[in-house]
Nanobody
Framework: QVQLVESGGGLVQPGGSLRLSCVVS????????MGWYRQAPGKQRERVAT???????NYADSVKGRFTISRDNAKNTVYLEMISLKPEDTAVYYC????????WGQGTQVTVSS
């Protein structure tokens, strides 16, 4: 049974930064592309960043230049470094495979507010 455990969220002021982590257990992590997704209140879940098994990265236009996705295959962990955060980045952030075929984890709440 694959488990995804996200962490690192919190309350941050506009312009601040956070680093999210996601530990993946029970899968061939290094073989899969991975992504970070987010869901804001009243909105559909959207994909914000992806990283392939060969470390190719891609970003949604709304986060390009501010978010950086990375992975550590030795730790079965994928990261999302977020800088210059904006109130519109407020959401629950999830990681999953690309496409998202694992059961979703609990996510981690990111709130950007002054």
């Amino acid at each position: 049974q694959v488990q995804l455990v996200e962490s690192g969220g919190g309350l941050v002021q506009p312009g601040g930064s956070l680093r999210l982590s996601c530990v993946v257990s029970g899968s061939l992590f290094s073989s899969n592309g991975m992504g970070w997704y987010r869901q804001a209140p009243g909105k559909q879940r959207e994909r914000v960043a992806t990283i392939s098994n060969s470390y190719y990265t891609n970003y949604a236009d709304s986060v390009k230049g501010r978010f950086t996705i990375s992975r550590d295959n030795a730790k079965n962990t994928v990261y999302l470094e977020m800088i210059s955060l904006k109130p519109e980045d407020t959401a629950v952030y999830y990681c999953n495979a690309l496409p998202p075929f694992y059961p979703w984890g609990q996510g981690t709440q990111v709130t950007v507010s002054s």
